[in-house]
């Protein structure tokens, strides 16, 4: 199957300051990625919507200004979370659709998430 | 809301079929029905999916009932390593929408 990759796999930062999740497709081209966050015990929590070229959707709760998303290219995406708190701990996973798949074709990835704690 | 319907866990002994059960009894009729787990401190992995007849593949079976009501993911031996959370999700197929997981099955397989 096709291999979505994230970076760092666990980042420890203190208070205040930025971390920069990337996400990237090694071997397709996803014209659409998806941001995951998933706190201990519980199931993952959609984010937002990363289309190639525009501008993220991000889902009603989540803060657009906290949680910065670029998708430059078909195949990076990254989340960059803004002076990091606390409660920003958690795991964080990215996904990645295919353009190409669909119907009997499983057309989503996902990478191996990123542990954040915030200190 | 939610779309599907799991027992929240299961247990299994190794080398037996473990059966997984999911209700989605508003499926549409353009709506998929796909199997993802996720082990321990990892992504979701992609198990297998189908729209309305049987599916096998290298790691499970899809039944799904001809009402397509429900379904259910069926690992022919597992192992110690099967051991994760298993999301039923229905999407429809090609929409390129996000998967929206649910809180799925926790299956422990001992020994």
């Known amino acids: 199957g096709a291999v979505v990759s994230q970076h760092p796999s666990w980042v420890i930062c203190k208070s205040g300051t930025s971390v920069k999740i990337e996400c990237r497709s090694l071997?397709?081209?996803?014209?659409?990625m998806f941001w995951y966050r998933q706190f201990p015990k519980q199931s993952l929590m959609l984010m937002a919507t990363s289309n190639e070229g525009s501008k993220a959707t991000y889902e009603q709760g989540v803060e657009k200004d906290k949680f910065l998303i670029n998708h430059a290219s078909l195949t990076l995406s990254t989340l960059t979370v803004t002076s990091a708190h606390p409660e920003d701990s958690s795991f964080y996973i990215c996904s990645a659709r295919d353009r190409l798949g669909g119907g009997t074709y499983n057309e989503q990835f996902f990478g191996p998430g990123t542990r954040l704690t915030v200190l | 809301d939610a779309k599907t319907t799991q027992p929240p866990s299961m247990d299994c002994a190794e080398g037996r079929a473990a059966n997984l059960p999911c209700n989605h009894s508003t499926i549409s009729g353009n709506e998929y029905v796909y199997w993802y787990r996720q082990i321990h401190s990892q992504g979701p992995q992609y198990i297998i999916h189908?729209?309305?007849n049987n599916e096998t593949n290298e790691m499970a079976s899809l039944i799904i009932t001809e009402d397509r009501k429900s379904s259910t993911l069926i690992l022919p031996h597992a192992t110690l390593r099967d051991t994760a959370v298993y999301y039923c999700i229905v999407r429809v197929g090609q929409a390129g929408t996000a998967l929206i997981f649910g809180k799925g099955t926790t299956l422990s397989v001992s020994s």
């Open positions: 071997d397709f081209q996803a014209t659409t």
């Open positions: 189908g729209l309305k």
